[in-house]
Structure formats: C-alpha cells, structure tokens
C-alpha cells in the first residue's frame, strides 16, 4: 500500500480493517443482548408475567382436575415440567428478536463487517442461554411461592437447572432459524407458535398416560417429554421415580441426545442460512 | 496506477422472474462521490448489497479497491462500510456504545475505539447526546449515528443506501454536511438516492440506472449537456395564460411543457437565446402578461425524463406534460 500512496500523494487512503477474531465478535455481539434486555423493562418484567400467568392457571384453574397417578402432588409435579418447558417460551422471544434484526438491517450491518459471520449467531445464542438464567430463576421463585417443595438432593436440583440450560441452548438454535427464516417480527411470532404442541403434548403440564393413544405416542417421543421427565426426577426423588419407568439416566441421556441433535441439525440450518447470499 | 475503487462489469441478478440487475457497468474512479439514481425497482439496492458481499450475483465481476469481491467476499469486508435504508442501530445502547462496539468489531483495539467513537461523534455533531440511548434519539440523529457507525472502521468505500430517506428538510442538510465533509478524510462513497437534488449538491459522478443497467453517466452538468438543449421557461402571471402561452412555445422549440400550480410553462429550444427573443415578440404581440422570462440549463429532473421516459421522484412537484 505504501507505493501506491506515493504514486498518489494527494489521494489521502483509509486503513485495512482486519475485523475482530471470532470470541471477541461473539463477545461483542453477546453484550448487545445483554444490554439489550438489561435496559428494555418491558422485557424483563414480559418474561415474569407470561411466567406466573401459566402457572397460577395450571395451578388454581386445571389442576384440581388432573390426577399425577401416584402419590405426588399436582403442584410437585406441574413446576418441574413449568420450570422446565420455560425455556421453550424464552425461545419464542429470541426468534422475534432475530426476525427484529433482519427487519431493521441490524443483521446486514453485521454481515456486511469483517468478522466471522458464525459470531453473530454464536453472540446471540450465548447470550440468549445467559438470559434463560433469568428466566428460569424467575419460573423456580414463582414456583416456590405456590407452594412447590423439592424433594430430590441439592445436587439433583442443580443438575436439573443445568439440563434445562443445555436444553435451551440447544432449541435456542431452532428459534434462530425460525427468526432468520420468517423475516419480520410479527411473521416471527406466528411461526414460533408451532412449538405450542411441543409444550402441550408432553408430560409437562399432564401425565402422559392419561392421554389417547396416538397424542400419547408423539408425546412419549418427542424432547420435551424426556427432558421434563429428567428435571421431574430430579427434583422430586422417589415420588417422580414411581412415576416412571426407566431409570433417571434414561432420561437424562435420552434429552441430552436430542438436546445434541437438536443442536447440531438448527445450528447448521442456521449457518448456512445465514452464510447464504 | 491505483485501481477503481469500484467497478462491476456485466452484473446480472435475478429474483423470480424479476431481473433485478441486468448486466450493469460501472466504474468508479477514486477520490470521487458516486451517486447511484433511478426510479424504485430499478436495481440501486440490489446492486448496493452485491458491493457489501450479502448477496451474490448470478453472473458478472465486481471488484472494490482491486480486491474481487465475489471471490474474496471477507477480504471485500475490510474495506467497506455500509449504512442500509434503515438506521442499524441498537436503540437500547449509547450513540457511543454503538460506535465502540463497532469499531471493536472492525478489529480496532479497546483504546482505538474509545478514539475512533470520539471522532465520530465530533465528526456527527453528537458529542453532546454521545451518552443517551439512541431510543431517544430524534429521526435525524439516528440517522447520523448510523452513518457515524459505518465511519468508524474509516472504510475506503462508504456505501449509503438513501441516506436520507424519511428526513426532514433541517436533517437532510445536516446529513449532506457530514456527507461532503467524508470525501476529504479519503473515503470514496457510493450513495443511492431517488432525490436528483441530493445526487446534484453531493456527488461527483451520476449514474442513471434503471431495469438493472447504467442508462447514462457523467457529472451533473455533462448529463444536463448531454440531455440537450436549453430550457425557456415562461411564468405567467394569470393562469388562464398557460395554454397560450403553450402553444405559442410549442411552435418555437419542442417538447412543452405547463405546470399549472406555479404557472409556469417550458420548452427545450436549441440555439436557446435567439429563441428566447422569438418567444417574447411573439408572446408580447399576443399581448399576453409575463411575469418572468427565463433561459436555463436543464434540470436533473428533466435530464431523468429525456434519458429514461418517466419523471423521477423529486422533493418538487413533478411537472405535466401538455394535455395529460
């Protein structure tokens, strides 16, 4: 470049950017959201609400009606599942968050700069499972408040609160896709109602033997229920235990497996998606 | 020889049946402001986002400062900057959050862009609102910060996609302040706008473009030269005037034209002044009232209507041919 700005004195040239490495521009992307959702209290206080209406509902209005099928009470067995399926209802938001940025030119910004362009998902996504942190402290409080009590160890409880933040790192990148595909915010919001059926027919809300046959095969198969199943066991001992069939490693392998595949399959969906141009 | 800072050569893109770029041509030269102008859908945008590397071109070259873009698209990156249609900001940070978390992301040390978002923020006239969430930004400021965040990686090529758009007349002029004042520090822009005043006070060069390819080029006054002849344009003071006065123009030039609102009515004429004196022994032994006679170089909007058979969009209020 130097013999080119002598040849040309008067044409002043800009310097070569050479774009922040891959950590830092996640890092960089991470603390957006970050802030993001520290400085919008319409967001934070939306995550509680939504939170403690589904669960006074399932507690006070549904659950005098739904029997567990063993000697745990509804309320022990409807927070795991609550905690649990938490994460999923986080993940709506961060699909309209996604779809905001294609929106506004916020991702084109981001494209068009000389970093890798996997941080801009790898950021969000970790910013997005720090977030879920807030979320699923706020879920185990409410559930407190209406009277949930664990009976599982402190281990147990922690490695139940780990599996859900794996969990929602993982359908995290379902949610990304779904932003990245559906290109406005509202088209967003639509589309990330197809995990509806995913919260509902599972075993976190309702005993999955309690429904008809072929409702009751997609809900034993699909990840959600393995997933509810774990954090169940491992809050509630013995009595989630009864409820079973397998062993508690049974279903802790089983989500971590599709939290891996689920993982895998989005996050490369993603990529390419959003390498495309 | 340093190369162009931009050229493309035979760009083609398609969507769907809609051929958005159909085999355009451009070459810019350096330490020159570039203004892309045509009607909407006429390709400025697509075009604009194949230089910023988000989207990849079905056929053709495109090269920035030497460098290919299509083959070489993260290298591309490094020497440009784009602010789109929309003000990229994010409205839950600083203006000088936003500017330092940018310039970190061009690769620039935690202390440069503390520097680098000190100098745009002087640069913008934002020092003073440097520290409130851009949500509490005005229109205008929002669009400064954005155009602040494409500076602070000091690209080679800026690439501004209406940057004015949906600013009020005060914002647009700040904008084009800080527009000019770019070209000095070395950095070459490429800007697109429907608005042929904003391409007359702000750039160098013009391109017409429109159905995916270059229909003229040239600095503002080769393409007034180049759309021909003078204008003789007549302001009467009575409106009922207007056909009059038409028809009596109608014989001494060609093309005429009548904008009631302002009562006024033109003709282009070649060896404009002789006709001008024709115009007025003609209008004056009709006894008709003019208020004002005048000859004049074509405007841009009547250069976009010679070269492309359709007005453009204007600030002003577009002009009625005779009789539609």
């Not at chain 1, 969906?269 to 959003?274: E, K, S, T």
């Not at chain 2, 033109?266 to 004196?277: E, K, P, Q, T, Y």
Request: proline share 5%; glycine share 10%.
């Amino acid at each position: 470049m130097a013999d080119r700005l002598a040849l040309s004195p008067n044409v002043p040239r800009a310097a070569v950017n050479t774009g922040a490495r891959l950590w830092v521009s996640s890092f960089l992307v991470a603390v957006r959201m970050v802030r993001k959702f520290a400085r919008t209290p319409q967001l934070i206080a939306f995550t509680a609400i939504q939170s403690a209406l589904f669960l006074l509902m399932f507690r006070f209005a549904f659950g005098g009606a739904i029997r567990t099928g063993g000697s745990l009470s509804y309320i022990n067995f409807l927070v795991p599942g609550f905690i649990a399926t938490t994460v999923l209802w986080a993940g709506m938001g961060a699909a309209v968050g996604v779809a905001e940025d294609v929106e506004h030119g916020f991702i084109d910004r981001l494209r068009s700069l000389p970093i890798p362009r996997s941080a801009v998902l790898i950021g969000r996504s970790l910013a997005d499972t720090a977030l879920l942190v807030w979320g699923l402290a706020i879920a185990a409080v409410f559930g407190f408040a209406v009277g949930f009590r664990p009976h599982g160890s402190v281990s147990g409880a922690l490695a139940a609160f780990g599996l859900c933040v794996v969990f929602g790192f993982a359908f995290e990148w379902i949610f990304i896709v779904i932003g990245l595909v559906s290109g406005t915010a509202q088209a967003a919001q639509q589309m990330g109602l197809v995990i509806t059926p995913l919260v509902f027919l599972s075993s976190a809300y309702v005993p999955v033997a309690s429904m008809p046959g072929g409702v009751r095969q997609f809900s034993e198969f699909q990840p959600v229920t393995p997933m509810v199943d774990a954090v169940r066991r491992l809050t509630t001992g013995p009595q989630g235990q009864a409820l079973l069939p397998h062993s508690i490693g049974h279903y802790v392998g089983l989500s971590l497996v599709w939290a891996a595949a689920i993982f895998v399959v989005f996050g490369l969906v993603a990529v390419l998606r959003f390498a495309r141009r | 020889m340093q190369p162009p800072i931009l050229e493309a050569r035979g760009l083609m893109k398609r969507y769907g049946k809609t051929q958005a770029l159909a085999g355009l041509d451009l070459v810019a030269e350096p330490g020159r402001v570039v203004a892309l102008l045509g009607p909407n859908g006429a390709g400025k945008t697509t075009f604009v986002r194949a230089v910023a590397t988000l989207l990849r071109p079905d056929a053709g070259t495109l090269h920035v400062d030497g460098i290919d873009v299509l083959r070489k698209p993260a290298k591309a990156r490094q020497v440009i900057g784009l602010a789109g249609q929309f003000a990229a900001v994010e409205e839950a940070m600083t203006g000088r959050e936003n500017l330092e978390m940018v310039a970190r992301l061009f690769g620039l040390s935690r202390k440069d862009a503390k520097d680098a978002a000190v100098r745009v923020l002087d640069q913008m006239q934002l020092t003073a609102d440097a520290n409130r969430l851009v949500r509490t930004y005005s229109g205008g400021m929002r669009r400064r910060i954005d155009l602040g965040i494409s500076l602070v990686g000091t690209p080679r090529l800026l690439l501004l996609d209406e940057p004015s758009a949906g600013l009020d007349p005060g914002g647009r002029i700040q904008l084009w302040d800080a527009i000019r004042d770019l070209v000095v520090t070395g950095t070459d822009i490429l800007l697109t706008t429907q608005y042929l005043d904003e391409a007359d006070r702000l750039a160098s060069d013009i391109v017409i473009i429109d159905h995916g390819k270059v229909i003229a080029a040239g600095t503002p006054a080769e393409l007034k030269t180049r759309a021909g002849d003078d204008m003789i344009e007549v302001h009467v003071h009575d409106a009922d005037d207007l056909a009059a006065v038409s028809s009596v123009l109608a014989k001494i030039g060609y093309d005429p034209r009548v904008d009631v609102p302002t009562r006024r009515a033109f003709v282009s004429a070649d060896n404009g002044s002789a006709r001008l004196m024709e115009a007025l022994r003609v209008l004056d032994q009709q006894g008709i009232t003019v208020e004002d006679i005048s000859l004049r170089r074509p405007t841009l909007d009547e250069v976009f209507l010679a070269l492309t058979g359709k007005p453009a969009q204007t600030t002003d209020s577009p002009e009625q041919p005779v009789g539609a």
